[in-house]
């Protein structure tokens, strides 16, 4: 079965950091764009960053450039997301998704996605 899954999430304080993971299974990430949105309670998904099958980094949102960065592990076939300097405005459901050979930030170009995991930041 084609599925991706994250995890990673947890409860960091203001100016912490945290490193999620998207682990894929039925399939190889390496020739896909892996985006990675985020949903805040009350708020629409929006895309923060998307690194392409070329591993080049896309950023999607303004707020967290110099902040996250995305890189690939092909040998677990995964892609991570470091987060650091997380603010509260940070919080959200972070998804990861996968569409083949580039990057998106409309939601409907991505073909899998993964369940969400939870980033709270707080004090």
């Known amino acids: 079965q084609v599925q991706l899954v994250e995890s990673g999430g947890g409860l960091v304080q203001p100016g912490g950091s945290l490193r999620l993971s998207c682990a894929a299974s039925?399939?190889?990430?390496?020739?896909?764009?892996i985006g990675w949105f985020r949903q805040a309670p009350g708020k629409e998904r929006e895309g923060v960053l998307c690194?392409?099958?070329?591993?080049?980094?896309?950023s999607l949102l303004d707020s967290v450039k110099g902040r996250f960065t995305a890189s690939r592990d092909k040998g677990k076939n995964t892609v991570s997301l470091q987060m650091n300097n997380l603010n509260p405005e940070d919080t959200a459901i972070y998804y990861c998704?996968?569409?083949?050979?580039?990057?998106?930030?409309?939601?409907?170009?991505?073909?899998?996605w993964g369940q969400g995991t939870q980033v709270t930041v707080s004090s």
């Open positions: 998704a996968a569409m083949l050979y580039s990057c998106s930030d409309y939601a409907q170009s991505y073909n899998v």
């Open positions: 039925g399939f190889t990430l390496d020739d896909y764009g």
């Open positions: 690194i392409n099958s070329d591993d080049r980094t896309i």
